[in-house]
C-alpha cells in the first residue's frame, strides 16, 4: 500500500511564495507518475504539476507554468512543489498523488492521494 502525506500548506500574500511537501512511502517499481493536484470549493479536481520518475520530463498547468516547480528526492522519498508569485487564484486544498492507471499524469485519475493541505493566497 502507497501513502502519502502533503505538509507545508499555510496562508500567504500574494506575491508569496510557499514550498509543499510530501512524503512518499510503500514499494512501488518500474516508472510511475507523481503528481500535485488542487481543488477550490465549488470546482473540480485539477492537475497542476507532475512527472514521471527516472528523470522523464515535467509537467505543468498553463495557469502555474513559470511560477510552480515539482521536484523528487528519490533518496528520501520526497515530493517538492516550489510555489512563486502566488495568485489569489492558487487557493486550494493541494494534494500530492501517486501512480496513474493512464490518460496522462496530469489527469486526476492517480491510484493514490494525500490527506491535503490548505494554501490560502490572499490580496
Known amino acids: 500500500q502507497v501513502q502519502l502525506v502533503e505538509s507545508g500548506g499555510a496562508s500567504v500574500q500574494a506575491g508569496g511564495s510557499l514550498r509543499l511537501s510530501c512524503v512518499v512511502s510503500?514499494?512501488?517499481?518500474?516508472?510511475?507518475?507523481l503528481g500535485w493536484f488542487r481543488q477550490a470549493p465549488g470546482k473540480e479536481r485539477d492537475g497542476v504539476a507532475a512527472?514521471?520518475?527516472?528523470?522523464?520530463?515535467?509537467l505543468y498547468a498553463d495557469s502555474v507554468k513559470g511560477r510552480f516547480t515539482i521536484s523528487h528526492d528519490n533518496a528520501k522519498n520526497m515530493l517538492y512543489l516550489q510555489m512563486n508569485s502566488l495568485k489569489p487564484e492558487d487557493t486550494a486544498m493541494y494534494y500530492c498523488?501517486?501512480?496513474?492507471?493512464?490518460?496522462?499524469?496530469?489527469?486526476?485519475?492517480?491510484?493514490?492521494w494525500g490527506q491535503g493541505t490548505q494554501v490560502t493566497v490572499s490580496s
Open positions: 498523488a501517486a501512480i496513474s492507471p493512464g490518460g496522462g499524469c496530469l489527469k486526476p485519475n492517480y491510484n493514490y
Open positions: 510503500g514499494y512501488i517499481y518500474g516508472r510511475y507518475c
Open positions: 512527472l514521471v520518475t527516472g528523470g522523464g520530463s515535467t
